[in-house]
């Protein structure tokens, strides 16, 4: 099965919503660590949780937050629903201003080891590294990102262990996304032909 990254796609929809913060964190870390999310999250599952558009004006199926959280459409939720697909958790989210449906925040828990060193092009932290010295090991960068897709244990939607900047898909993710015309995300191939 093939990969995919998503991103938001800021080219093809420049005009989308840009959504800055999300209030209703008790923890301030929680907005830029996922396992910090979840444990708040966990303690109190009624808590509202408010996005802040910034700028831009147009609604999209799937985006993503300044600090990288993934938000997706009522309408792209539901496809995932009746696909059956679960690697993920979705929260309800308002917003500071009235939209046309409903919005979830999509929390990806899953973490796979398994970027393909030989095929990938990337820089690490370094140890004593000037900037995060506690990421020693960790990927920094990459330009070319090539994933093994036989360690991903076939999971639908998920995070690389040591960088969880790149967002990845399932190719079931994509059909969805491609065969119900919707908009936000650009998909790159992270597997080998």
Same mark, same amino acid.
């Given at each position: !099965?093939?990969?995919?990254?998503?991103?938001?796609?800021?080219?093809?929809? %420049?005009?989308?919503?840009?959504?800055?913060?999300?209030?209703?964190?008790?923890?301030?870390?929680?907005?830029?660590?996922?396992?910090? +999310?979840?444990?708040?999250?966990?303690?109190?599952?009624?808590?509202?949780?408010?996005?802040?558009?910034?700028?831009?004006?147009?609604?999209?199926?799937?985006?993503?937050? +300044?600090?990288?959280?993934?938000?997706?459409?009522?309408?792209?939720?539901?496809?995932?629903?009746?696909?059956?697909?679960?690697?993920? !958790?979705?929260? /309800?989210? $308002?917003f500071n201003t009235e939209l046309s449906q409903q919005y979830f925040l999509l929390i990806d828990f899953l973490r796979?080891?398994?970027?393909?060193?030989?095929?990938?092009?990337?820089?690490?932290?370094?140890?004593?590294? %000037?900037?995060? /010295?506690? @990421?020693?090991?960790?990927?920094?960068?990459? +330009?070319?990102?090539?994933?093994?897709? $036989?360690?991903?244990?076939?999971?639908? @939607?998920?995070?690389?262990?040591?960088?969880?900047?790149?967002?990845?898909?399932?190719?079931?993710?994509?059909?969805?996304?491609?065969? $119900?015309?919707?908009?936000?995300?650009?998909?790159?191939?992270?597997?080998?032909?």
């Amino acid at each position: !099965m093939d990969f995919y990254e998503i991103k938001a796609d800021f080219d093809s929809f %420049p005009n989308q919503n840009f959504i800055t913060e999300i209030d209703g964190f008790d923890n301030s870390r929680a907005q830029i660590d996922w396992d910090e +999310f979840l444990e708040e999250y966990f303690r109190n599952r009624s808590k509202e949780y408010v996005a802040k558009i910034e700028s831009g004006y147009e609604e999209v199926d799937f985006t993503t937050t +300044f600090y990288g959280f993934c938000i997706i459409s009522q309408k792209f939720k539901k496809l995932l629903e009746a696909h059956k697909l679960s690697s993920f !958790m979705l929260i /309800p989210l $308002n917003f500071n201003t009235e939209l046309s449906q409903q919005y979830f925040l999509l929390i990806d828990f899953l973490r796979c080891d398994c970027v393909d060193e030989n095929n990938s092009e990337f820089e690490k932290y370094l140890i004593n590294d %000037p900037v995060r /010295p506690d @990421f020693a090991g960790r990927y920094s960068y990459f +330009f070319k990102l090539i994933i093994d897709a $036989n360690k991903t244990e076939n999971f639908d @939607f998920f995070r690389l262990t040591n960088y969880f900047s790149s967002i990845i898909v399932s190719q079931k993710i994509k059909k969805i996304y491609d065969d $119900n015309n919707l908009t936000g995300a650009t998909f790159t191939k992270v597997t080998l032909d």
